[in-house]
């Protein structure tokens, strides 16, 4: 046989090992069209950072104290591609319409990207390759892996950060491209390892800016002394503008995480232990530059953390198949100091504390506070002590019509490290250092009841997250969010509602801070094809 | 209750002997693979359709996947036994462990229940007596046992000789007042011994006799689903 000849035999062999290999494709399409229309009640308005800093994106999309906050479209597109029962491929695209022009100039009249500004958000875009060896599955790719058995909180849950932009999504994972394995060598047991090569921070909302920018905001440290020490500093040099620049973690293997996650059944329960290596989705303030001019630049981080979770989850049958779930993980955070430097005076000094081992009258540690090198203890941000968050739950359908939901939670989803948190109190003129501080890692009582009419076509939810005082918290005040909707399913898969989303209490606390949101009432419409 | 089939002829020996028939008859394969069509009939005339396909294996495991509409495309219940349930929400790519409460809730906005669309067995929970029987059908009074915890203690139900099958089931409360009504429709042999119904019609007057009425779409019988497919790893991929 010539070589040619050889070839051809062989090429014939490998097309018809191809078509032999090839299974047809399965392929299904989905999606969504959607308006979301919002009107912002009272909060705080949003100016951009500086007059010289660029104006946030699009421009005409401003947080006023009444206005519209959201006039969005979306066109969802959903595809899954399936050959045999061996591959899978989903790709799921979010494409927004802003509904705010970025019309700055008349050139940018003229241009339809900035007329009518848009964005993509990539849902899902991964790869499943299931049996790739005997009970073994993969998926490869930008997804979403959501672990724990609370509803919504899920301090287990941290491989993929938040979007934190909508109070209406209440913490919705953001995809990420990541490897994951499933390994289910008997029954319901299954052991999940994922690596996450590249660190995605959270979205944030457009408010939280105000948690870093607002001029007689506490400096963000545990210890008390230099904390109003820092506030007589700005007190004496107020800050006429503050730049927040990041740091973001380099894209190296030793900011890449991972999850490993074991899950089965015990005696009826669904139980499940975890462990992640990453970071903190938001980020911390880490370093305060004061310049010339009473600029300061602030720069912020995002902490490592290293979690041990774990959950449970049952039903009870003799209270009638009442739902409960346990969900708690411990986290140990790496420690975050506060980097203060004062560059006004053409140096770059340090600001640090000195330790006097002696004590004030409330118990506080006092400091020697110094200007210059060298440098001694700068005040903890994020101490190294780890903490707990847990979710308690559990629901009940008490009818065909009602259905209740309680949760107790112990750190809110956005809530992170051992120590206190500090809100300057609400005053009518600029004032530095009257603080009121509480408890970082706060409990809460999250209780929801849907009543469904009609054929399930009408949906009254009314479900409120309420923050109870606790030990140690300085003067407790009440505050709370209130999320009551109204939902109807006008015809198959088109729904519109109606709601809102009330922030209560006074701006120096968890959902009265300006950073955190302000109260919005919204109306959407919905057609899932 | 719907996926019901033919034992051929019984002899009524007594209530129970019957009811153990229809159980038998309904269980009579050892996996199932169900599409149907959901039609909830507004009482203007209207009607929404849900698409869905169940899985089956004798006698407790049941997965459900939706199709259509559209917002429950890619969902997904699991039923593992009794007493454990699970649901994915492919929004949230979640699957959460849900409460068996969850089967008082209705099917979809529809006139079945959760619990409607569990029962494959009358036998365990109820107490038969024969109360009347001709050439072609038994009728039969089923009153729940005692310690069972059951939306309708009290059940009257026409079963048809030939098949084993029920044709009409009435379920009503304590007084024996009817609740609901399901009527079955057009049984026929969709697969080697099986006999299935066209469709199933319920109607539940508490609700101004509301109608649902699923259509069997396909069935296809002891294709050798194994209980590893009825698991919540089945349910996250997306079967």
Redesign the interface.
């Known amino acids: 046989m010539s070589t040619k000849r050889g070839l051809v035999v062989v090429a014939g062999l490998v097309g018809f090992w191809c078509a032999s290999a090839r299974a047809d494709v399965d392929v299904k399409f ?3 069209i959607a308006s979301d229309i919002r009107y912002r009640l009272g909060g705080e308005e949003v100016p951009p950072p500086s007059p010289t800093a660029e104006v946030p994106f699009p421009s005409q999309q401003r947080l006023l104290r009444y206005g519209f906050s959201r006039n969005e479209n979306l066109i969802k597109a959903q595809l ?1 591609l399936s050959i045999s ?1 061996r591959v ?1 491929a989903v790709a799921d695209v979010d494409f927004y319409w802003y509904g705010y022009s970025d019309v700055n100039d008349i050139d940018s009249a003229t241009l339809h990207e900035r007329v009518d500004p848009y964005r993509l958000e990539a849902n899902a875009a991964y790869v ?1 390759i ?1 049996k790739i060896l005997p009970k073994l ?1 993969l998926r490869i790719g930008r ?4 672990w724990g ?1 609370g ?1 919504k909180f899920n301090p287990t849950n941290n491989l993929n950060t938040l979007d934190l932009s909508d109070p209406l999504l209440f913490g ?2 953001i995809a990420n491209n990541m490897i994951r394995a ?1 390994w ?1 060598p008997w029954g ?1 047991l ?1 052991l999940t390892a994922v690596w996450v090569p590249i660190f995605r921070p959270a979205q944030l909302p457009r408010t939280a800016p105000l948690a870093v920018t607002t001029p007689n905001r506490p400096a963000p440290v545990q210890e008390e002394y230099i904390r109003s020490t820092l506030g007589s500093f700005a007190m004496a040099m107020p800050p006429s503008q503050i730049n927040v620049l990041t740091m973001q973690p380099d894209p190296s293997i030793a900011n890449s995480q991972v999850g490993v996650r074991l899950a089965g ?1 015990i005696l ?1 329960l ?1 139980v499940s232990a975890s462990y992640y290596h990453g970071r903190w989705g938001i980020p911390t303030p880490a370093w305060a530059v004061q310049k010339p001019g009473g600029i300061v630049d602030a720069i912020v981080m995002w902490p490592r953390m290293d979690v041990v979770g774990a959950d449970l ?5 003799k209270l ?6 346990i969900e708690t993980a411990v986290f140990f955070p790496q420690k975050i100091t506060y980097g203060t430097y004062n560059d006004s005076f053409g140096g770059h000094d340090p600001i640090t504390f000195e330790d006097k081992g002696t004590k004030d009258a409330n118990g506080n540690e006092l400091y020697q506070p110094h200007l210059t090198a060298p440098e001694f203890q700068r005040g903890t941000v994020i101490p190294s002590t780890p903490f707990v968050k847990l979710t308690a739950g ?7 019509y009602l ?1 209740s939901n309680l949760q107790y939670v112990y750190g809110f989803i956005d809530e992170f490290g051992a120590g206190q948190q500090c809100y300057a109190r609400p005053n009518p003129t600029l004032v530095f250092g009257d603080n009121r501080c509480e408890a970082r890692i706060g409990h809460y009582l999250v209780v929801g009841s849907d009543l ?1 009419l009609f ?3 009408l949906l009254i939810r009314f479900f409120g997250a309420f923050k109870v005082p606790q030990m140690g918290d300085e003067d407790p005040k009440f505050t709370a969010v209130l999320f009551p909707q109204i939902a109807w399913a006008v ?3 088109t ?1 519109l509602s109606v709601g809102a989303f009330v922030f209560l209490g006074d701006r120096d606390t968890k959902f009265g801070d300006p950073a955190a949101g302000a109260s919005e009432i919204f109306m959407k419409a ?4 | 209750m719907l996926l019901c089939l033919s034992a051929g002829r019984a002899s009524a020996d007594g209530g129970a002997d019957v009811l153990g028939k229809v159980d038998t008859a309904m269980n009579n394969f050892t996996d199932g693979e169900f599409e149907s069509k959901l039609f909830i009939r507004d009482p203007s005339g209207q009607s929404r359709e849900i698409d869905f396909t169940t899985y089956q294996k004798v006698p407790d495991k049941r997965l459900v996947r939706f199709s259509a509409p559209g917002d429950l495309k890619g969902m997904g219940v699991l039923v593992e036994n009794k007493d454990v349930m699970y649901v994915f929400l492919p929004g949230f790519q979640k699957v959460r462990r849900v409460g068996t409460h969850v089967k008082a809730q209705t099917f979809m906005g529809s006139d079945f229940s959760y619990e409607d669309m569990s029962l494959s067995r009358y036998s365990p929970t109820y107490d038969a007596k024969l109360v009347k029987e001709d050439a072609n059908s038994w009728e039969l009074d089923l009153t729940v046992k005692p310690g069972q915890e059951i939306e309708y203690p009290h059940v009257h139900m026409w079963v048809d000789k030939k098949s084993a099958q029920p044709t009409k089931i009435d379920f009503g409360d304590g007084s024996g007042k009817v609740l609901k009504t399901a009527e079955y429709f057009d049984y026929h042999i969709d697969g080697g011994t099986h006999w299935g119904p066209s469709k199933v019609v319920v109607t539940d007057h508490r609700r101004n006799d509301h109608k649902s009425e699923i259509q069997f779409v396909s069935t296809k019988l002891n294709q050798g689903l194994k209980d590893d497919f009825f698991t919540q790893r089945t349910l996250i991929r997306g079967h």
Do not use: H
């Open positions: 989905g999606g969504q899954t029962d899978k499943d299931y599955d997804q979403v892996v959501v058995t509803d919705k994972a499933d289910n319901d299954i059944r009826g669904d989850a049952g039903s009870i049958e009638k198949g009442l739902g409960w779930w559990m629901d009940f359908t008490w009818n065909k259905y469904k054929s399930d076509q015809w198959d898969a729904e919905r057609f899932t094809y």
